[in-house]
């Protein structure tokens, strides 16, 4: 099991942009579904994005035309770029890895990182 860990949070002003990174400890390319998570507070954990190894991409409607996942399997990374940020974006993000690709939905993973504070200012 693949250790997780996030980078790239920050603070900023609305209409920014930011690209999350999250390096796992070993190989992900046999990890069918990579995805980021996020929690706002008082809010549930939301599945924002996936992505499978064969490149097909999922994502929530409300970052839709904003964010954009990649993954990098020859660097055991993956990336959530994020654009025209809202104030709505705000949240811890987390990073996750589903072995078998048939969990996230239901918000399960074999593996988490930390998180990252995201926090987008108006």
């Known amino acids: 099991q693949v250790q997780l860990m996030e980078s790239g949070g920050g603070l900023l002003q609305a209409g920014g942009s930011l690209r999350l990174s999250c390096v796992a400890s070993?190989?992900?390319?046999?990890?069918?579904?990579m995805a980021w998570f996020r929690q706002a507070p008082g809010k549930q954990r939301e599945l924002v994005a996936s992505?499978?190894?064969?490149?097909?991409?999922v994502y929530v409607d409300s970052v839709k035309g904003r964010f954009t996942i990649s993954r990098d399997n020859n660097k055991n990374t993956v990336y959530l770029q994020m654009n025209s940020l809202k104030p709505e974006d705000t949240a811890v993000y987390y990073c996750?890895?589903?072995?078998?690709?048939?969990?996230?939905?239901?918000?399960?993973?074999?593996?988490w990182g930390q998180g990252t504070q995201v926090t987008v200012s108006s």
């Open positions: 996750a890895g589903d072995r078998r690709g048939t969990g996230l939905d239901y918000g399960l993973a074999d593996s």
């Open positions: 070993g190989s992900i390319a046999a990890i069918n579904a």
């Open positions: 992505v499978r190894t064969g490149g097909n991409t």
